[in-house]
């Protein structure tokens, strides 16, 4: 084995092992770390997914195993970038909703940039989030409960869908693992079947979506693309990606730009179903 060859499967190594530490990775990111340019970096995840060891997508890679982060450590992922996110979300919610605030690091963003003085009922099924919102006068807090999954961090048992059964909200910001044309997907079967569900119940649906999740499939569909589906997305998001979507019906907002690619949602408490 060559010099360069052996700097080649240390850095390999080395991004491996952040795979596993945190189950994504960022091409920039590591070019950073490396000291390298992104082509390198690219070429070296080409290289890992042909060996099975990644899964290549938009502006980055993935574990190959499909296995769900636990929220404890994508919650200290990227703060910077899911801030922005979360802020942006946020300004979306309107007085007076119902809103049901599903699992997620980017949703625990969206919690703590709602506006003050914003009136709101949240339902969530996520520890994390309700002690982030359990100080706030103005919002009346809804705990679903059940055993919480460490993976997930947050109740998705058949205690937790039972109590969901009865909760018809004006708006599911739900937390996703991947986004594709063929619409919005987790990881853990039960944990999809608990984000359907409630997108099911709720008149509308909002999904803030950091950019590696784009055009990244995960194994078990949550909802699909629909009018009633508003996204919103980081600024340096994919353009031809944000094409296609958006050909698809779904409201688009981009965080960070002045305005949206389409207009904000307008749902009040009173709308009708």
Known sequence: MS?????????????????????RVLA????QTFDVSEDTVRRDLREMAARGECERVYGGALMASGTTVPLKTRMGEMPDRKAILGQAAASLVQNGMIVFLDAGSTNLAIAKHLAVGLKLTVVTNTPAIAAEL???ADIELILIGGRVDPSVGAAIDTTAIRQLEHIRPDLCIV???GLTLNGLCADIYEDATFKRLACEASA???AAVTSEKLGTPAAFHVASLSSTLTLVLEEDADNDMI?????TGVNIHQAGLSSGISSPMHLSKDQSR
Do not use: M, P, W
Request: proline share 0%; net charge neutral; hydrophobic share 35%.
């Open 3 to 23: 010099k360069t060859d052996h700097f080649v499967s240390e850095r390999q190594a080395l991004i491996y092992a952040q795979l596993q530490r945190h189950g």
């Open 28 to 31: 920039q990111e590591l070019a």
């Open 134 to 136: 359990a100080g706030n």
């Open 175 to 177: 937390g996703v693992c």
């Open 204 to 206: 509308k649906t909002l």
């Open 243 to 247: 094409g296609s979507l958006a050909d």
